[in-house]
């Protein structure tokens, strides 16, 4: 309001110069005098109105922060120029210099325990670092996955007779289905198809038949084209063997068929048989002789496993049978 009332008066002050100029009889530099005055005039309203402008302010928040993840596009940062940005992937930082690296995000929270709001852009966090922030006001800014294997996992170190089980998540934003196979020297153990468009779990196994490092291929084909070929390093460690007692109150077929099964897969077997009272014909196989006359506490250190038939154990002695309670209390 008081910039129009300012406006008005050298309104009229400009018409009055410009009037006296005109009444006065001396015409001379007319034109000169009239321009003279208006820019007195102009000149006067600029000194009473400064001039201005105005500009929007890109606001600041101290306890917001941009986490970019793998997969991140540079020119999305542009709207975040106020804003700290941080990256907890070493190799997300080392490719942007002005991204700095959080080396344990744990850590860095408790230090900055006023951080409120996170912008996360890229692919995403690994499932423990969000949990960590998952109080936190999160606004996600995410990049489309791309097409391949999303995560993998397996033991790189098994004992020998247990599985080789492979897990892991497969993206097929293809329009054909990808076939995941486990390929071990040269042999395809096991597979899996991921359908068209689909973002599946899957899991391969097999039992290893060898010891030491091997070297598995996880391989991914489409129709004829091979796209995925990873590595899967494997140590396969020498298991001790169970040390297996049978007790048979006769040989039977049974117990020969179960001792030549344990003999195959490398266990230590001991079989005392019954042949009459108080009469045993003993086998050892894997294992070393020891005396099976009478089954004692210091005879059932020897095993890990006992295997007997009803009548063999009600046949034993109530020491023998008091021996075998106290070892299974143990």
Not at 81 to 104: H, Q, R, Y
Not at 280 to 299: A, H, K, M, Q, W
Request: proline share 5%; with cysteine.
């Amino acid at each position: 309001m008081e910039n129009s009332y300012i406006i008005i008066l050298t309104l009229v002050l400009l018409g009055f110069l410009l009037l006296k100029e005109i009444q006065r009889k001396n015409k001379a530099n007319l034109i000169l005098r009239v321009a003279a005055s208006c820019l007195a005039v102009i000149a006067l309203i600029f000194i009473a109105i400064p001039i201005t402008y105005q500009k929007k302010a890109e606001p600041k928040d101290e306890n917001t922060i941009v986490l970019i993840t793998e997969g991140f596009q540079k020119d999305s940062l542009d709207k975040f120029k106020n804003i700290p940005v941080f990256t907890t992937n070493p190799a997300v930082a080392k490719g942007n210099k002005s991204v700095e690296l959080i080396p344990d995000l744990a850590g860095f929270l408790a230090m900055n325990q006023q951080l409120s709001k996170f912008h996360i852009l890229g692919y995403g966090l690994a499932d423990q670092e969000l949990e960590s922030i998952q109080d936190k006001n999160l606004v996600f800014h995410l990049s489309p996955l791309p097409s391949g294997l999303q995560s993998v996992h397996w033991n790189k170190t098994i004992k020998s007779g247990e599985r080789l089980v492979l897990s892991g998540n497969y993206r097929n934003s293809s329009d054909k289905p990808v076939k995941l196979i486990l390929n071990g020297l040269g042999t395809n153990l096991d597979s899996v198809n991921i359908p068209a468009g689909k973002s599946e779990n899957f899991q391969l196994q097999t039992i290893p038949k060898h010891l030491d490092k091997a070297v598995y291929a996880l391989i991914g084909i489409t129709e004829k084209d091979s796209i995925l070929n990873e590595n899967v390093p494997v140590f396969v460690q020498v298991q001790a063997p169970l040390k297996v007692l049978i007790l048979s109150s006769s040989p039977d077929f049974e117990n020969k068929f179960l001792k030549n099964w344990l003999f195959e897969n490398q266990y230590s077997i001991a079989v005392r048989s019954a042949i009459s009272k108080s009469k045993f014909s003993t086998e050892f196989l894997n294992s070393t002789r020891i005396n099976l006359d009478r089954i004692t506490p210091s005879v059932l250190e020897n095993f890990d496993v006992l295997i007997s038939d009803p009548n063999e154990l009600s046949a034993l002695s109530r020491a023998e049978n008091q021996a075998i309670q106290n070892q299974l209390s143990n």
